[in-house]
């Protein structure tokens, strides 16, 4: 396994070079962001969707990848009919560039695979090639992966690998207790200490209910675990965000100034004055992907 890894790094390490000299400005970085939560039904992928939309108003170039390989849903907010997914990929059957879809919203997206559930158990051959595709998203600024919920090996896969996770919750105690279980999850199993991770609380009635949710579960995981956990904000509860599922079409663009769109503005806004660590992007991410905090 450890040659295995090494050899792939070489890989990694070759390809990630020419990418950066042939499709990006030297120096560009891309920033991967992986949206997760530690049940089903919290409002994650919505979010995931809005956030990005949300950085491409800013004028970044943003890659939506719905990585929830079980009940990928991305493409029904998005009123999408994808022709190919990352399976295809997986399986040499498509090239990356073939199933990047562009949308009225000013993102690129990636479908996921609806029952597919091998990706953190590829051979050396699927895992290879994923990498040399991977690697041809590397003009994008933001990439945003939507996991699925819960503590599958392929969540911690993209959880272990991306620069930063966003944990989403909501008020509802069972919520709450799974969405700290996924945070000792990440802290203890995963070899990658220094993995930022983000709290955002979701369907709140009032900005200190998503503060004083927030404390209570930031200041559990630092007590017993000894892992910082930041706050990064909260999204109001409110009728337009249901209005604009059943219109698949996001809140951001369906009801702008609604309560959720104007916390998303402000919360990616506050994300972007923060400093970029250097040795962040996708050459990183794809080393850690393979390894899995191993």
């Known amino acids: 396994m450890e040659d295995q890894a090494t050899e792939l790094k070489e890989i990694m390490k070759q ?8 499709a990006r400005p030297a120096g560009h970085k891309t920033r991967i962001i992986a949206i997760t939560s530690g049940k089903g039904g919290v409002g994650k992928t ?4 809005n956030m990005a939309i949300a950085y491409a108003q800013l004028g970044k ?11 990928a849903n991305v493409n029904v907010l998005l009123n999408i009919v994808p022709n190919a997914n990352l399976l295809h990929v997986i399986n040499q059957q498509r090239k990356m560039s073939e199933i990047v879809l562009e949308t009225d919203y000013g993102i690129k997206f990636i479908a996921g695979a609806n029952g597919f ?9 699927e895992l290879q090639y994923f990498v040399e595709e991977f690697l ?3 003009n994008a600024d933001i990439i945003i992966i939507d996991t699925a919920a819960g503590i599958s090996n392929n969540v911690l896969s993209f959880v272990a690998a991306a620069d930063e996770v966003f944990v989403i919750t909501t008020p509802e105690p069972t919520a709450i207790t799974d969405a700290y279980g996924i ?3 990440i802290a203890t199993e995963l070899h990658n200490t220094n993995i930022s991770m983000k709290l955002l609380v979701n369907r709140v009635q009032s900005a200190d209910e998503g503060r004083k949710i927030s404390d209570r579960i930031i200041n559990i995981a630092a007590q017993f675990l000894n892992h910082k956990v930041d706050y990064l904000g909260f999204i109001y509860d409110d009728p337009a965000v249901t209005a604009s599922v059943i219109r698949q079409k996001p809140w ?3 009801s702008p100034s609604a309560k959720p769109s104007l916390c998303i503005k402000h919360i990616v806004g506050r994300i972007e004055k923060t400093d970029f660590i250097e040795e962040e992007g996708l050459g990183r991410f794809l080393r850690r992907f393979r390894k899995k905090g191993r």
């Open 117 to 125: 559930s091998r990706i953190a158990n590829l051979n050396e051959k």
């Open 15 to 22: 390809r990630g070079n020419g990418a950066q000299n042939s």
């Open 136 to 138: 041809t998203l590397s």
């Open 61 to 71: 170039k943003v890659i939506l990848i719905d990585a929830d390989l079980g009940m």
């Open 46 to 49: 919505n979010i995931a969707v």
């Open 252 to 254: 951001l663009v369906a």
């Open 183 to 185: 945070i000792k999850i």
